[in-house]
């Protein structure tokens, strides 16, 4: 079993090194995958990482997990036409997306979240409701295999949810 980390510079070390450390203790292989590869990539609070891969060489197919932390790095991704192909991948493939904090944002903008219940943090709020989203104000909320939540402080639901849907 393996999980994919989609992310770039300044996101939430929290919502990336958490569940990336609950999902290899449950057993799941985890690569991270970003704009480029070969150079340092830094969280807000110090955290750092060199990519497995960029986001262009993700082959969905390898993958049983989506993970999109939160932080400021969704902003970059949003725009990013290999992270869009792969969230809509995930979806199209029937296979478990979690997206924590302002993770959301790469979901909004593949256009994948009209009629689905999401929760996110409080100022992307309205954005999910711009595209269709039934916002709910919840710690986590799963919507058949979308979990998603708030902000670090949800971490333990969300990484609860996030393993239960892979059956861990």
Known sequence: MQALIITADQFEDSELFVPKKALEEAGVGVKIATPEKGHQFHGKHGGAFIADLTLREVDVD????????????????????????????????????AAI????QVLVSARLLEGRRATCYPAVAQELRDAGARYEDSEVVVDGKLVTARHPGDLPAFVREMLRLLGR
């Open 62 to 97: 390898d993958y049983d997990l989506l993970l999109i932390p939160g932080g400021k790095a969704p902003e970059a991704l949003r725009r990013d036409e290999h992270a869009l192909r792969i969230a809509k991948a995930f979806f199209k493939a029937d296979k478990p997306v």
């Open 101 to 104: 904090c302002h993770g959301p």
